[in-house]
């Protein structure tokens, strides 16, 4: 039977596979018509939605365990979900989407650097070489060249959707706050639609629907059904497998899981689109899952004690107004946010 960090690894990998197919179905949705932003905005914002009843539920009327970790939630939606989905967009209309991909992408490495400055305490060496090695694997399935356009801003608005991504995985990972994880990623997401659409409202971010079918494996789709794919399986159940998976597995070792999601996006490709990934994509997805396993060993290899303060959920850095004591006895801890 597996265990409390067994199961987490494979929420992990479910929500990477899941993660992976929004690629294809936003795709599908963008060549239709859609702007980016408003496919989007409406993935994130229906997703709430969806969510939204469920995660209120969770709580069980534990309201002053909601009270008490709102700046968590807060946290999660407005820098996890809203501002790095806004620097991506903004970064990708200045440099090559692949490239803005990879930067991204390097939010689990500034998570170690976070880590090693919080806790004093540096990496394994395996740590090092596996976060490298899962970097390269992933420049190689996003298929980054050697002739990227190399514009300052677009580099910076990349830099920043990375600092987003590392704050998912840490915040989704820490234990201040006693919120299940469907109430943190349903509430966060909700925070995150609504930064969204205020973003689309006052023109940062283009919003354009269209209600014409959209097509994929060469078949006509009503938008209304690739919308649902995308929202329901690349979205709610993604989020809510990440957050479940984090709190299990911790952030350092289930961020470079993550890594797996362009993976699993060229995979979804091949499979229903019949697109084959090049020799190349298959090996940087053998280089995905070296840098993994690496990342793993430097952790098995650092003697308990120091292994359980770096892996331990990340505590994020708050500042927050006093609380009741009442809200202070009924604070505890869990979650993170994708």
């Known amino acids: ?127 090092l070489v ?48 006693g919120l299940p994880p469907v109430t943190l990623a349903g509430l966060g997401l909700a925070v995150g639609g609504v930064l969204l659409l205020v973003a689309g409202a006052i023109g940062i971010l283009p919003m354009t629907v269209a209600t014409a079918p959209t097509e994929l494996a060469g078949m006509q789709v009503p938008m209304m059904a690739t919308l649902a794919v995308l929202v329901l399986v690349a979205t709610v159940a993604a989020y809510v497998l ?25 995979l979804w490709m091949a499979l229903l689109l019949a697109l084959v990934p090049t020799p190349v994509q298959w090996l940087g997805g053998a280089a995905i899952l070296a840098g993994v396993v690496l990342v793993r060993a430097g952790e098995l290899r650092r003697p308990r004690d120091e292994r359980d303060a770096v892996t331990a959920p990340v505590e994020l850095p708050l500042v927050v107004p006093e609380e009741p004591a009442t809200d202070q006895i009924l604070r505890r801890s869990t979650d993170r946010t994708v």
């Open 1 to 127: 039977m597996l265990d409390r960090r067994g199961f987490g690894l494979l929420l992990c990998i479910a929500a990477a596979a899941s993660f992976g197919l929004s690629g294809i179905f936003a795709s599908a949705l963008i060549a239709s018509g859609w702007s980016p932003g408003a496919v989007t905005a409406a993935r994130i914002s229906l997703a709430a939605l969806v969510m939204l009843v469920p995660a209120l539920l969770a709580l069980r009327g534990r309201w002053a365990t909601l009270w008490a970790g709102r700046w968590q939630v807060l946290l999660f939606g407005t820098f996890a979900v809203a501002i790095c989905q806004l620097a991506y967009f903004s970064a990708v209309q200045r440099i090559p989407p692949a490239l803005a991909l990879l930067i991204e992408f390097l939010g689990p490495v500034l998570l170690v650097g976070w880590t090693w400055a919080r806790t004093r305490r540096s990496p394994a060496a395996l740590t």
């Open 130 to 177: 596996g976060a490298g090695l899962a970097v390269l694997g992933l420049g190689l399935v996003s298929g980054v060249g050697q002739a990227e356009s190399l514009d300052p801003i677009g580099i910076g608005l990349a830099l920043v959707s990375a600092v987003g991504n590392a704050v998912y995985w840490a915040s989704a990972a820490s234990t201040t706050h």
């Open 242 to 266: 990440g957050v479940s998976g984090v709190r299990r597995l911790g952030a350092t070792l289930s961020s470079f899981l993550g890594y797996s999601e362009p993976l699993f996006g060229v």
